[in-house]
């Protein structure tokens, strides 16, 4: 861990401090909403909510028909699980045979938390309702029934409510951080063995241009640059070769010169024996004969050309030419560099579609018979990719013989790379899917650390407050893992900064609880 990240943490740790609340979810019913609301006595309300776009939790005192009552709405936007930065929350009483009372904010006295007060008039059971307006979205927190109290005395008699009992994170904290939670969900989960792998560019799309022979690396024109998109056929640069004994490239175009000279002669007495013929002139032995020297002139032109060309050509050099379209991937000489034979010069490869090599341990390789995807991580990066047949990638073949050496066998998909580049010889982990998928409880791998051998997570049991959890874990598809004990569904997990969180509970005995708002 780097310096920076450490005093992150520790920093982190020091400053923690918990407030308990209780928690409500987009799916919680309203009776559940109003058993927690007839929890708190006069200590206030403090409660959890969630829609599709934001997450809420909110602080106020027990409502008292003619008093203020100011609420602290903390509003976390679930796509960045970042501070929500403007918009408008209004405070709604509604029902119990009253007209509504709203209580309105125009925007946040801090980022995230905004401060609407409400004065009812009316006491009765009232539905709670939270709304935020904000110029990308709207959403709809609906707490449920909460009774609001005649006088001050009433609301006094209700019993205290509890502090909740967890680790503390408040807020605050979780805005300034890499921190997300996610929900417990059931979904489908395919049965899936470990393997590892390298990632390979296709045997036709890929080509490792060397030297032919020793020489020095001409441009032909602008100079090939790793990166950069070719066609196949497209001249690169020029190997201009070493030349052994007299022979040097000025000799080779003089040759060609000379030989294109008796060409050109050749041919002009051939035409000329052509027309004495006709008019009956010469005889036909000095026709065939001037035939045969412009014949021979035609040759030994051809050979001082190609040997020209061999050495020489257009640019001076032997042309290095792209034999497949893609991208360089590699470029290990400079112009005017010298070259030995057989060095390698430029790697061109097509990186729109990969190969994915993967080595199956042989204790699992009679379980994938026809394997159905793969996924993959490569280093540097939690997000898997996943090979899906028929979408956007296929299955090239499944070995049948077991390496002797690494006891593996091969598997080999093709895949298309469009959303990342992805580097040629990169080594991946993965897993390849064995069969079927089947309905399971899962959560995000992230959220699982592993304490001395154990899974744990950490469980989201208000919007300041967590419970540490120790659960069982089966099968895992790509960033999803299935959960065989330990959660329940609708519970959510912190998916990141779960390790921040860990830290937190270390520190709760010496901080305490609460923070102001």
Known sequence: MNPLNFALLLATALTLAACGDKATDSHASTEAAAEDAHDHGAGGEKLTHFTDR?????????????????????????????????????????GGDQPDEVFSVDGPSQPGIFRPEAMPKHAGDRDLTIEVVTPEFSATHELGPFTVYPDRKAAEAEPAPHDDEGIGFTKEQQWKVDFATSEVVTRP??????????????????????AAAAGQVQAAGAFPRLGQQVKKGQLLA???????????????????????L????????????????RDEAVPEKRLLAARAAAAS????????QQRLGQYGGAGGGIPIRAPVAGTIAD????????????ALLFHIADRNKLWLELRVAESDAARLASPTGAAFRVAGDERSIEIIPGKNGRLIAVGGVVDAVTRTVPVVFEFTAA??????????????????????????ASSVLDEGGMAVVYVQTGGESFERRQVRLGAREGDWVEVLDGLT???????????????????????GHGHAH
């Open 489 to 511: 569904p609708g519970q959510r997990v912190v998916s990141r900064g779960a390790y921040l969180v860990k830290l937190a509970s270390t520190g709760t005995a010496q901080i």
């Open 297 to 304: 002139a035609r040759a030994e032109l051809s050979a001082a």
């Open 189 to 210: 989960i395919r049965t899936a063995v470990n393997a590892t792998g390298v990632l390979r560019a296709r045997p036709d799309g890929e080509a490792q241009l060397t």
């Open 262 to 277: 008796e060409h050109d002669l050749a041919s002009q007495e051939s035409a000329r024996m052509e027309s004495l013929y």
């Open 419 to 444: 959303d990342r580049p992805l580097p040629i010889g990169m080594a991946v982990q993965a897993q390849v899917f064995a069969g079927g998928a089947r309905d399971a409880l899962a959560i995000p």
């Open 238 to 260: 020029y190997l201009v070769p070493r030349m052994g004994g007299d022979t040097d490239l000025a000799t080779l175009r003089a040759a060609a010169s000379k030989a294109r």
């Open 54 to 94: 934001t997450e809420l939790f909110v602080e106020f005192p027990q409502l008292v028909a003619g008093e203020k009552s100011a609420f602290a709405a903390h509003l976390t936007t679930l796509s960045d699980f970042r501070a929500l930065t403007a918009g408008k929350v209004t405070v709604r009483l509604s």
């Open 331 to 342: 470029v290990r000489v400079s112009p005017g560099a010298f070259a030995q034979e057989g």
